[in-house]
């Protein structure tokens, strides 16, 4: 195997022989995969790259295995696509019919995966579903006359049973992946409506989401309509070091991991580092890398602390995205920056002088929270740079909601013990052990600086596009001064037409691409199917030719 296939980050683009090969048992996963391949609605949340594809592909996989009942996957990853439809009229139609098209698309595949002797005619062929998808994503659909009843959720029902009652099923569950990851509300709305409307007696819809980011229909309630199961491992189980480490073991050949673990304080340090996300345990990993796939260079300390910095810088570029995914929200994304590092700041202070058995990496906020600050609080979560762990009581003190900072950003700023000259040994025990009791308290007013809420967090309205007058409110239709529609820019088309030194790139590489191709957006990179132009730049063979790509999905994603 290629060196470097060993570092597919998403579970979607892995064979399935290496998905079981390299399997590590999730702490729960005997209950996370009872709850997907049984009845009943359930929604999978975490961060990026925690690992909810891999548990609905393994969900999807053992149901394949077993086949007793109907399962499909299906990835909405390209969802923000349609989003420039809702500019135009009926875009709730057209993202309806395109969930609908996608979900069909999946029972083709999984009739080829069950090896299904399908003799019944189902009510479209795959190249007509395909057609249809295509066409919607690229928007051209004034042509589609036909497809004023192209695809209902009864149609759909009835496909699905007939494929139940020849096979002798008695239920189909829906594994769908990605589901909110679009950031538009409107799309994210009527996800919502179409997950509660497709769930029935024989048909159980399963769905990733995100936290913080996630936007349900006024009648879609989470508790009632499904229930949520957080899959994010928790660095405080007592199992945490042992599951990071074998994800290790599992995924590298022996003589890469032996060079891993001869050094037990450094592999502490990296399985902590990753917060609990296998895609930024494998990429701190893949920073020891060179091109030529030689085997990792010295893992000596400096190493890891310069490839953990390499792997906040990204999380971080995850979370300030949300300036351009989510504009209205841009004060927010800005000042939730300045708040963390707030955190961190004080945890650095309050940990000087405690034994490193007594290092906290938690912090309280004394409650009521507004609804702004918990808004930054979500979109941290949603990078993987906070963790929500519980809420406590503190007597006459109030109730607190605790919090934890990710790990690896807490080892860049030499947050334990307060200074940089501690041993490899210390820095691992700060890590492993925990004391319950040792977290930062704040107050709102100490955490924000200021008691003034609103001042801080206004919504980022944008102006009317003929004279440029800011918009008086969210609701407002009119330009109050030339009378002018105001309507709200696309989000895609926004994502796509961004300059390419957006991406995890270096000023270098962007700067050859730049020079050697006519590549300067991420539409360049998407609309570069064949990757022609990439592959003709100096310096990108077929490896970084791959990864560029996945970085331009990825960010529109």
């Known amino acids: 195997m290629h060196i470097q296939d060993i570092f597919t980050e998403q579970a979607e683009y892995i064979t399935r022989n290496d998905l079981d090969n390299w399997h590590m048992e999730h702490p729960i996963e005997k209950m996370i995969m009872k709850k997907l391949c049984q009845g009943g609605a359930k929604l999978l949340t975490g961060p990026r790259g925690c690992g909810k594809t891999t548990l609905l592909l393994r969900a999807y996989n053992d149901m394949i295995r077993k086949k007793k009942v109907f399962s499909i996957y299906v990835n909405f990853k390209t969802s923000l696509k349609i989003e420039p439809l809702y500019k135009k009229n009926n875009g709730s139609y057209w993202f309806n019919q395109w969930l609908l098209l996608k979900v069909y698309k999946g029972i083709f595949e999984s009739i080829k995966v069950y090896e299904i002797e399908n003799s ?54 829906l594994l769908l992946d990605d589901a909110a990851h679009a950031f538009s509300k409107e799309q994210q709305y009527d996800f919502f409506e179409f997950f509660r409307s497709i769930k029935s007696r024989e048909i159980s819809p399963k769905a990733a989401i995100y936290p ?70 494998l990429n701190i990993v893949r920073n020891f890398f060179k091109e030529d796939d030689k085997l990792p260079v010295d893992f000596n300390r400096k190493a890891i602390f310069d490839s953990i910095k390499k792997i906040n810088d990204s999380s971080m570029d995850i979370y300030k995205s949300l300036e351009k995914k989510l504009p209205i929200y841009k004060r927010f994304v800005e000042e939730g920056n300045i708040i963390y590092e707030r955190m961190a700041d004080a945890l650095k202070q309050y940990n000087k002088r ?35 762990e519980k809420e406590i ?107 390419i030194s957006n991406l995890p790139l270096t000023p270098y590489r962007v700067k050859k691409i730049k020079e050697e191709s006519k590549i300067r957006t991420i539409k360049d990179i998407l609309m570069d199917t064949e990757h022609i132009a990439l592959r003709n730049v100096s310096g990108i063979g077929p490896y970084w030719v791959d990864r560029i790509f996945s970085y331009a999905e990825e960010y529109i994603s």
């Open 212 to 281: 913080g980011v996630t936007d349900f229909s006024a009648s879609f309630h989470v508790g009632h309509d499904a229930e949520e199961i957080d899959v994010w491992v928790k660095t405080m189980d007592d199992e945490y070091l042992k599951f990071m480490t074998e994800i290790l073991q599992k995924r590298f050949p022996e003589e890469i991991f032996s060079q891993l673990k001869k050094d037990s304080n450094l592999l502490t340090l990296i399985c902590y580092a990753s917060f609990g996300i296998p895609r930024a345990l």
């Open 393 to 499: 009581a503190k007597g006459e003190e109030g109730r607190y909601a605790i919090y934890v900072i990710n790990y690896g950003f807490l080892i860049e700023q030499n947050v334990f013990g307060g200074r940089q000259n501690i041993k490899n040994s210390e820095l691992a025990t700060a890590l492993r052990i925990r004391d319950p009791h040792e977290f930062k308290k704040f107050t709102v007013e100490s955490l924000l600086g200021t008691d003034a809420v609103n001042d801080i967090f206004p919504l980022s309205l944008p102006p009317c596009p003929k004279c440029h007058t800011p918009r008086i409110s969210a609701n407002t239709k009119f330009c109050s001064e030339c009378g002018e529609k105001l309507t709200a820019p696309s989000i895609y088309d926004d994502l796509v037409n961004s300059d």
């Open 120 to 173: 019944m005619e189902l009510y479209f062929s795959e190249t007509e579903i395909d057609n249809y998808i295509s066409r919607i994503e690229l928007g051209i659909i004034n042509d589609i006359s036909e497809i004023d009843e192209l695809l209902t959720i009864t149609i759909l029902e009835n496909e699905i049973k007939k494929i139940l009652d020849a096979n002798k099923m008695t239920s189909c569950i």
């Open 354 to 388: 405690k034994t490193f058995e007594r290092q906290a990496v938690e912090i309280g906020i004394k409650k009521p929270i507004p609804t702004e600050l918990e808004k930054v609080l979500n979109f941290l979560q949603y990078a993987g740079l906070l963790m929500y």
